[in-house]
């Protein structure tokens, strides 16, 4: 007979289904989670046309965008992640709860605990910490687990293995999310290699004020939550975040992203609430 905590967690599993199934597609889209290419990072890129077009989608860009009014009224604030070495995977975990809230409808705490562990398995050594495809690799092998079914712990033990039944809710909401959303690349990781140029700065703006976090990596990586042209700061602005070492909403200049972030991605939902 199964134990009470376990039938919570598979109803918890079995809840995402029924979500699933009240959302519409926006659009047919060819990729899910696979992820791609953003298009400032193609070779293509270079062509005049697409120059000029993308020169113009910046001079469109509103001035100002802000995210964290919305992350705080969906109850996706920040969170600690203490002492251990983790920021990436809080960063990945933030923007894959707020494509899914948008799919949803509400948003789920999803557990850091739960995709650091996947993204060891992933990279195939355990490992407090990886890099971002890393785990969106073991989000796309495993899934993820709400928060309370998996906690996040003081410390890092290698040893962890998700019981069964959390092993199950994670695979549901891995199923919910091959068709409900779609990994985006604006700047692939690459070793040793930091700075986005200026097609790749606008790509963020843009990904921005169409209303999605983005996320940056860097020595330490943070969620990209909104901007502010600004021509007193350095490179011209400030990117809002989400840190997860300092457990608030902080601040970025538009030069610091120019030269230290690494490699950068999102996360689109592909389906919306149904209307009523």
């Not at 598979?10 to 992820?35: D, I, M, S």
């Not at 809230?101 to 562990?117: I, K, V």
């Not at 990279?123 to 495993?142: K, P, T």
Request: contains cysteine; charged residues 20%; proline residues 6%.
């Amino acid at each position: 007979m199964k134990s009470r905590r376990s039938l919570l967690v598979v109803a918890a599993g079995a809840a995402w289904l029924a979500v699933a199934a009240g959302c519409r597609a926006e659009a047919p889209r060819e990729n899910t989670l696979e992820p791609e290419r953003g298009a400032s990072a193609s070779r293509e890129d270079s062509s005049s046309g697409l120059a000029r077009a993308r020169a113009a989608a910046v001079e469109a860009l509103v001035a100002t965008v802000d995210l964290r009014p919305e992350l705080t009224r969906l109850g996706l604030s920040p969170r600690p992640q203490g002492a251990r070495g983790t920021c990436s995977i809080f960063t990945t975990c933030s923007a894959l709860e707020f494509a899914l809230a948008r799919c949803r409808g509400t948003a789920l705490r999803l557990s850091p605990e739960f995709l650091n562990w996947s993204a060891s398995q992933a990279a195939g050594h355990a490992s407090d910490g990886n890099f971002f495809h890393n785990a969106l690799a073991g989000f796309e092998r495993f899934g993820l687990c709400a928060e309370d079914a998996l906690p996040y712990r003081g410390e890092f033990d290698a040893t962890l293995a998700p019981p069964p039944d959390v092993l199950l809710q994670a695979a549901v909401v891995r199923e919910v999310a091959r068709d409900a959303l779609a990994v985006h690349w604006i700047v692939p990781w690459q070793p040793n290699r930091f700075g986005v140029d200026d097609a790749q700065l606008a790509e963020i703006k843009s990904v921005l004020a169409r209303g999605y976090p983005v996320a940056a990596g860097s020595g330490h990586s943070r969620l990209l939550v909104g901007y502010s042209d600004d021509s007193g700061q350095p490179g011209g602005g400030l990117f809002f975040t989400q840190d997860s070492a300092l457990a608030r909403f902080d601040s970025v200049t538009y030069q610091f992203v120019r030269d230290e972030v690494a490699d950068v991605f999102w996360v689109e939902a592909l389906r919306v609430p149904k209307g009523p």
